[in-house]
């Protein structure tokens, strides 16, 4: 049973930087697409960034280009997203997503991944 699991949310002042991780488990994704998405209360769920199956091709939303940076370690089947200068709007819900098929290229669009971790809580104060 493939389960993807998020860490490292948490409350933090506007400027400050967080790190999520998302460990994946069940099967081996080092072949597979990755990518981050959010979801702040009462708006839809958004793309934030993805990554190829070996990390040679990153891509992120113009939201958080220059300010984010997802990386993964196929060895521990885990991606990450570094996240600094965070703004409150950054506030959400964020979700770590795998595309089944493998060697597919990463997608903004959430319907192209399917499998997908509970999500960690960021908060950003003002």
Known sequence: QVQLVESGGGLVQAGGSLRLSCAASGRTFSSN???????A???ER???AHISRYGGTLYYADSVKGRFTISRDN???TVYLQM???KPEDTAVYQCAVRRQVYLSGSSRSIDYDY????TQVTVSS
Do not use: D, T, Y
């Not at 997908?116 to 999500?119: L, R, S, T």
């Open 41 to 43: 209360p009462g708006k």
């Open 75 to 77: 060895a521990k089947n």
């Open 84 to 86: 600094s200068g965070l």
């Open 33 to 39: 697409a990755m990518g981050w998405f959010r979801q």
């Open 46 to 48: 958004e793309f934030v």
């Open 116 to 119: 997908w971790g509970q999500g």
